[in-house]
């Protein structure tokens, strides 16, 4: 076994990733604080060719010095649009068919791995600030909750880790849904 070297990896360019077939999943940033953890969930997206990102409320936009720093260049590669409040993106996906998840922690939640036939279904999911998480106003206009079920004293995870997890469960029950 060894390390493959860059050339190995068949990296596809910023065009290349562009114009690929996407995945129907939109991660949606609500009033993040850090440019660091949006920058973050930018390289997810790309990693994942997820369809796009909605950043809303206070969360640093493109171009930002701190999430080029953690995006790497995927700013450039995935698509994103900014909505002055999280009720107007709401909105924009209601009408385009998307299903609305809230990554949070709530009565009634669905935990993760229960999200698993997504066959035909675009999802939007959306992650809130740092410290207060997904407003409640936003959480009443989900069609529902996701929670990723956690084990250990603390019962929160950075918002960066949190979409990593979310945005690949959703992208691999995708993926198998669409083999059978």
């Known amino acids: 076994m060894r390390k493959l070297r860059m050339?190995?990896?068949?990296?596809k360019s910023v065009s290349e990733v562009k114009e690929s077939d996407k995945y129907p999943v939109i991660a949606v940033l609500e009033n993040v604080r850090s440019a660091y953890n949006a920058g973050s969930v930018f390289r997810t997206a790309d990693a994942f060719l997820i369809?796009?990102?909605?950043?809303t409320g206070y969360t640093a936009t493109p171009p930002h010095k701190e999430i080029t720093k953690t995006a790497l260049g995927a700013?450039?590669?995935?698509?994103?649009?900014y909505f002055k409040t999280t009720r107007d993106a709401i909105e924009q996906l209601k009408k385009e068919g998307y299903k609305i998840f809230?990554?949070?922690?709530?009565s009634g939640s669905i935990l993760l791995q229960h999200i698993n036939d997504l066959t035909g279904e675009k999802?939007?999911?959306?992650?809130?600030?740092?410290?207060?998480?997904?407003?409640e106003e936003t959480i009443s206009l989900c069609d529902g909750c996701v929670e990723i079920p956690q084990f250990g004293m603390k019962h929160s995870l950075n918002i960066s880790v949190a979409a990593g997890i979310v945005l690949w469960e959703a992208v691999k029950n995708i993926q198998l849904s669409e083999k059978i």
């Open 102 to 106: 809230a990554v949070e922690q709530v």
């Open 7 to 11: 050339e190995e990896l068949h990296r």
């Open 123 to 135: 999802v939007a999911f959306i992650f809130g600030n740092e410290v207060k998480g997904v407003e």
């Open 51 to 55: 369809e796009s990102i909605y950043i």
């Open 75 to 81: 700013q450039n590669s995935v698509d994103w649009q």
